[in-house]
């Protein structure tokens, strides 16, 4: 039985209308299942780099990590999430700002989180993403975050200092979503052997899963950003980010427990 048929109404005629270009091209992709050459899909893909909020992303933002959801990482965030086309220079670009950050002395602000041996595999996991769908999956300067987050999985079950050195659900999901890329070509065997781990469920750590002990505390005052900003907009029946909640954003919900307070920091 196709999901469609388990729901009161079927939403994908919304999801599909031409006034949300994103909206359109993230449905057309992962819920019909059309691929790149599909002459709807480059339309509305092609439609959405000039449409906003695309349109209006600051790529590269002012600096790599703070201010948060206007800084580099995050807006670079938003851009993937929204299904951005991978080829745009202006993606490659942003792509290229981060790793050269992350080359140098204080790593864009980031040095409170690779100074630490493992953890924060949420973090990781997204840059390693969004890096390698621009086209640097093979540079060597992303390689040893890929060789962490398998090491988090092997090692860890993707615990966090943040978490008490629990097994964090959300990091584990943002680590395979990471190591999930097409794009990436190096470390092939440890990756397949990270995705068949955590299909069974992690290591032979005896932990469950734990959201992070902070979020509830801290989803309180964060800001919206590239996820919450879909989930707060269900309140506006209608709205075009409504659309992208719920046709593609149900990991907004998630995102907002995963953020705890220490990560809303903004650093230079």
């Not at 993707?158 to 097994?167: K, M």
């Not at 900003?229 to 309140?235: G, V």
């Not at 307070?261 to 903004?266: C, D, F, G, Q, V």
Request: glycine share 8%; proline share 7%.
């Amino acid at each position: 039985m196709s999901w469609r048929a388990l729901l009161k109404g079927d939403p994908v005629p919304w999801l599909l209308e031409r006034s949300d270009p994103a909206v359109r091209a993230q449905t057309l992709r992962s819920l019909l299942d059309k691929g790149p050459r599909d002459p709807e899909l480059r339309d509305a893909q092609q439609r959405a780099m000039n449409t906003p909020p695309i349109s209006t992303i600051r790529w590269p933002g002012a600096n790599l990590w703070g201010p948060k959801y206007e800084a580099t990482h995050w807006t670079n965030l938003l851009l993937v999430e929204y299904g951005v086309d991978p080829g745009d220079p202006r993606v490659r670009r942003a792509a290229r700002y981060v790793l050269e950050e992350l080359s140098r002395p204080g790593r864009g602000g980031m040095d409170w989180v690779f100074n630490k041996d493992h953890g924060a595999s949420c973090l990781i996991g997204s840059v390693v993403r969004y890096v390698a769908m621009a086209g640097y999956g093979n540079d060597e300067r992303l390689e040893p975050l890929v060789q962490r987050l398998v090491r988090d999985s092997k090692n860890f079950d993707a615990a966090c200092w943040i978490n008490g050195e629990q097994p964090c659900a959300w990091g584990y999901a943002r680590l395979i979503w990471g190591l999930a890329s097409s794009h990436i070509r190096s470390s092939a065997a440890a990756i397949r052997r990270t995705r068949c781990r955590a299909i069974s469920g992690g290591s032979s750590r005896s932990h469950s899963f734990t959201k992070p002990t902070s979020c509830s505390s801290s989803a309180r005052s964060m800001r919206p950003g590239p996820s919450t900003t879909t989930a707060r907009s269900r309140r506006s029946a209608g709205s075009s980010r409504d659309r992208t909640n719920a046709g593609v954003g149900a990991a907004g919900r998630r995102t907002r427990l995963a953020c705890p307070r220490e990560w809303t920091r903004a650093s230079g």
